[in-house]
């Protein structure tokens, strides 16, 4: 018979072992290939690393005509293209960064309908009269990836991407495939919805990723500590994420004063800066890589072993995705997340005051909650971090931190009151520091000009040390008791969560803070 007839040229098994040299699909590839060559429109749901790009590769080529790829990430493309080509296909990009003798032969390459994969831009797709001159072309399906970015409830949204929604009538009959890794399941109607594409098949695969260490640990000494994290690794790849452009160039140096060889990378850094750093960080060398989140979406070596945050991520979501850069080729990897009340109590308040639409900001505050809630956990980590996702592991997964190390508690509520009180006589105008100081009782110049040596708190804590009291700090503000009175690191009471604690109402237990990760993967199997 020939395949032709159909409009289809090859079959899917046929291309993933030629083209891709695989031989079988992963997960849920083969669903979702079999309902897009079916001409059905699909939801594809997949983590990070779980192979989403042949969903749509494969009946791209498989299908008579050209298979569009809308992604919004340039670097990505330009990898994918450079990836596809090395396989013999016929890919191409369409962006705003191409060299203008790469777009003339792209063009004179899509006007003789060479191209079997092109990867366009939203921008790019919906400037007047683009989508109509490609559609001149048979189109074998439309991909949409990192569909997230058309939700406004998603962390990434794109106003852009919102025209997408008018594919249909320019490419009518044209199968249609939205990829995110993003869960959660209003993000998925968001997505059908802003679309219009409310009955499309939806297919979701599991997040879990056994592979994956998951631990985390109050943050003592930074460096020591990031230090400790990548010491196992010195001879892999691993990324060390931060908040800010500031603090990776900052611990990058740090960590090359220690013999790593780590290198900053952030959305400031000149194009030809991010580009050697990438070109290095893909030839396979062992090096850290320390980073805002701007590293990360399509970054595809297989082989990082470790991921540390200095910083706690701003929910699950960007926790997972991050995460999910190490241990891609299915062998170990550990993660650390290294966390601190301070920050929780300035996110909360950033978040308060930002001037966001109030539905958006309920939904950041929502996702913040639960990262606060992963981060402080004493259950299983890997349990807590899929149950993010609805997904349920049916036992412990037995490797996490607190699976490995059982978190140790204590009657909190005496500390607790220690720390309300002293919040609340020094005028909740100081941060955690200072509090620690006062109820340390240790007389210092500040303490002195403050004239908190005279306050009937000082030195109610000299028993425990600050590392201990940061601890009860930071989980009374996870809990809500504490929140940020200020710009500055001052921190107050929550009138509502701290009374009935204050009043002796309510009893508090708390976590023993662990002092060295108790995890690795290097130890993890044997
Ligand atoms: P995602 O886009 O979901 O993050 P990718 O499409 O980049 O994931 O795939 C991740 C890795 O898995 C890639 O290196 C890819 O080559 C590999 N991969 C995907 N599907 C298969 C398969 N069926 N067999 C073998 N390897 C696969
Ligand atoms: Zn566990």
Same mark, same amino acid.
């Given at each position: ?89 016929? &890919?191409?990009?369409?962006? @705003?960064? %191409?060299?203008? +003798? ?5 063009? *004179?390459?899509?006007? !003789?309908? /060479? ?19 490609? &559609?001149?072309?048979?189109? @074998?399906? %439309?991909?949409? +990836? ?5 939700? *406004?409830?998603?962390? !990434?949204? /794109? ?29 998925? +109607? ?11 098949? /939806? ?324």
């Amino acid at each position: 018979t020939d395949p032709s007839a159909s409009g289809i040229d090859e079959t899917p098994d046929a291309v993933l072992k030629r083209v891709f040299g695989f031989d079988s699909f992963r997960g849920q590839q083969e669903d979702v290939i079999s309902a897009v060559m079916a001409g059905e429109d699909v939801l594809v749901i997949m983590p990070t690393g779980g192979g989403k790009s042949l969903c749509y590769q494969v009946p791209a080529l498989c299908r008579h005509g050209m298979g569009i790829v809308i992604s919004p990430l340039i670097a990505l493309m330009d990898d994918q293209v450079a990836a596809l080509r090395q396989l013999g296909v016929n &890919a191409a990009a369409l962006h @705003s960064e %191409l060299p203008p +003798d790469r777009l003339d032969q792209t063009r *004179a390459d899509l006007r !003789e309908g /060479r191209i079997d994969l092109l990867y366009i831009s939203p921008e790019r797709l919906v400037s007047p009269g683009t989508a109509r001159w490609l &559609a001149r072309n048979p189109v @074998s399906v %439309l991909a949409i +990836d990192e569909a997230h970015c058309v939700s *406004a409830w998603g962390h !990434e949204f /794109r106003p852009e991407y919102r025209a997408l929604a008018d594919l249909p009538s320019v490419f009518p009959g044209v199968p249609r495939i939205a990829l995110t890794a993003t869960a959660d399941s209003r993000t998925q +109607d968001d997505i059908l919805l802003a679309l219009g594409m409310p009955e499309a098949k /939806r297919l979701t695969s599991s997040f879990h990723r056994p592979n994956l260490f998951l631990a985390a640990l109050p943050k003592g000494s930074e460096t020591k500590q990031v230090q400790d994290a990548l010491t196992p690794h010195r001879e892999d790849a691993a990324i060390v994420y931060c908040g800010s452009r500031n603090r990776t160039e900052r611990m990058a140096k740090s960590l090359r004063e220690r013999g790593f060889n780590a290198l900053p990378y952030h959305a400031g850094l000149s194009s030809q800066e991010k580009h050697a750093t990438l070109m290095r960080f893909r030839s396979g060398e062992p090096m850290v890589i320390v980073a805002t989140v701007a590293f990360g979406m399509g970054i595809d070596r297989p082989d990082v072993r470790c991921v540390v945050h200095l910083d706690m991520p701003a929910s699950p979501e960007a926790y997972y995705q991050q995460i999910g850069r190490a241990g891609r080729d299915g062998e170990p990897a550990d993660t650390l997340l290294l966390y601190g009340g301070e920050d929780m109590a300035r996110a909360r308040h950033w978040l308060e005051q930002s001037t966001a639409p109030d539905t958006e900001k309920r939904v950041t505050q929502a996702r913040l909650e639960s990262m606060i809630a992963l981060t402080e956990t004493v259950e299983c980590r890997t349990q807590a971090l899929l149950a993010c996702f609805g997904e349920a592991l049916s036992a412990p997964c037995g490797h996490c931190d607190n699976c490995r190390n059982p978190a140790q508690t204590f009657d909190g509520t005496e500390a607790a009151q220690k720390v309300l009180s002293t919040i609340y006589r020094t005028g909740q105008r100081f941060g955690a520091v200072h509090l620690t100081t006062v109820l340390r009782g240790k007389l210092t110049e500040a303490i002195e000009r403050h004239a908190h040596q005279h306050l009937t708190v000082f030195g109610v804590g000299k028993e425990h040390s600050e590392q201990w009291w940061r601890g009860v700090i930071r989980q009374l503000i996870a809990r809500g008791a504490i929140r940020m009175s200020g710009e500055h690191g001052a921190l107050g009471l929550d009138v509502e969560a701290a009374r009935p604690l204050l009043r002796g109402e309510e009893s508090l237990r708390l976590r023993v803070d662990p002092l060295k990760p108790v995890v690795s993967a290097q130890r993890g199997v044997s």
